[in-house]
């Protein structure tokens, strides 16, 4: 069968079996490696991307099923040069350590700070809650996710223009 | 790597064409909504339909509807949108105590309440929820619509009255004055089936007394509510000693089996623990929300 969907802005249809999940159509058709292959049992949350601004386990989503929706991966989080705040946050933070789950929390801390940007630290817990990490470096993807809080997208532009006028 | 067998996939446009589509595919075609149930059971090869009819477009079946004394939730209503719902937190916290802890945040973007109803599967908290709170189930199939209390609806594990060529669209529950609810789980980690849960509906009379009680077990051998805690506690005013009363009962209702999760005692006890938590917080509930309209 035939689909079609916007990946990380860009239009892509493809010929493929109904039975493909999203997961491997993404790795495997699309070759976008950023999005990593965990469990397979919708447990570990380090395939998650997000459809239509949603966080979702891309090994529990047909590919079939996403056709026609807005799909982001990891790969689309930057802004051409310059890194989404979650990306930077996870670099000034220490939020990786071997990165496996690194793509899924990223995307994951992305839609939060969409719905809620100034979550509590509780709630970051909560929305995280469905991704293993097995470093079991939890705090700092916790504290990552709070810097990316603390710097939306323009505020650094913003600080300098008050700091130039000061 | 796990993938499902092979077939075929449709989207279905509206109600009618998804039932269409179920006719004309047959005994091995299966609606997909949320998929979080019958995509890993594909993957698995413990299901293998010939058809996959997806029926996520019908936004039609996606709502929350308070409507007079009833409250009306669409099959295709995602847990996130029942855990974020103030009208579903006012009326009935049972609801938004189980989607806080029904599979993960991720989980339930895609998971629906009409999926996890028909899955049945004996260790799923909405089951518990809709018999506590005697919800009924709209099933709608070529020969028109059905209401079924939820003892008709579940038939047993992983077995419900929809027929192959019929479908849930909508879970009616009752909105009742001076009544309150709760739910309580305890998992092995957050995303896990339960070890055991409960959960309880209470009304409260006038004069502070329980009117009207439901309590319900979940994961633990009991596809029924715990009606033998009913004689003991209507009529009553709620107290510690007829909580402690009532957990017993639940604890001697229930019928778990051993595995991997506990023990048999070990989930006796948090059949009586968890029942006595509910009831005490259902009655806190229902008593503020009778302060608050006297007020």
């Known amino acids: ?166 | 790597m796990q993938i499902p067998a092979p077939f075929d996939y449709v989207r279905a446009s509206s109600v009618d064409n998804a039932l269409a589509l179920l006719d004309r595919h047959g005994a091995e075609s299966r609606v997909v909504a949320g998929g979080h149930s019958l995509l890993p059971m594909m993957k698995l090869r413990l299901a293998r339909p010939d058809w996959l009819i997806d029926i996520n477009d019908l936004f039609e079946l996606d709502y929350l509807l308070v409507d007079k004394d009833v409250l009306r939730i669409g099959a295709m209503t995602r847990h996130t949108t029942l855990l974020e719902s103030d009208d579903v937190k006012r009326l009935f916290p049972i609801i938004t105590d189980a989607e806080r802890v029904i599979a993960d945040p991720i989980v339930r973007n895609r998971g629906t309440i009409g999926g996890s109803l028909c899955q049945a599967d004996p260790a799923e908290d909405l089951s518990t929820v809709c018999h506590v709170l005697e919800a009924v189930a709209v099933v709608r199939g070529p020969a028109g619509e059905r209401m079924l209390s939820m003892a008709d609806f579940h038939r047993g594990p992983y077995e419900t009255a929809v027929a192959q060529n019929e479908l849930l669209i909508e879970v009616r529950i009752p909105i009742r004055s001076d009544s309150s609810s709760a739910y309580e789980k305890v998992e092995r980690r957050v995303g896990d089936w339960a070890v055991a849960a409960a959960g309880a509906s209470v009304s409260l009379d006038s004069a502070g007394a329980i009117s009207q009680v439901a309590v319900g077990l979940t994961a633990v051998g009991l596809d029924r509510n715990v009606t033998e805690v009913e004689a003991v506690l209507v009529g009553q005013a709620p107290t510690e000693e007829l909580f402690t009363e009532a957990g017993r009962l639940a604890s001697l209702a229930c019928d778990p089996l051993a595995d991997q999760r506990g023990p048999i005692d070990y989930k006796r006890h948090l059949a009586d623990e968890l029942t006595r938590r509910v009831l005490r917080a259902a009655c806190r509930r229902a008593a503020a929300s009778v302060s608050e309209i006297t007020i």
């Open chain 1, 1 to 166: 069968m035939q689909i079609s969907m916007t990946i990380n802005g860009t239009d892509v249809t493809r010929e493929i079996e109904p039975r493909v999940l999203l997961v491997h159509f993404i790795r495997d058709d699309l070759r976008l490696t950023g999005t990593h292959w965990g469990c397979d049992t919708t447990n570990c949350g380090t395939c998650v991307v997000l459809m239509d601004g949603q966080p979702v386990k891309s090994c529990t989503v047909l590919a079939a099923m996403a056709d026609g929706h807005a799909i982001t991966t990891v790969e689309g989080l930057a802004n051409g040069a310059t890194l989404d705040p979650v990306q930077q946050g996870f670099m000034e933070e220490h939020g990786l350590q071997c990165g496996f789950c690194t793509p899924g929390m990223m995307l994951t801390a992305r839609a939060l700070l969409d719905h809620n940007p100034h979550p509590e630290p509780l709630e970051i817990r909560e929305a995280i809650s469905g991704q293993i990490c097995r470093c079991t470096g939890y705090a700092t993807i916790v504290r990552s996710i709070q810097w990316a809080a603390e710097h939306p997208v323009g505020a650094t532009a913003e600080t300098t223009d008050e700091e130039v006028h000061a």
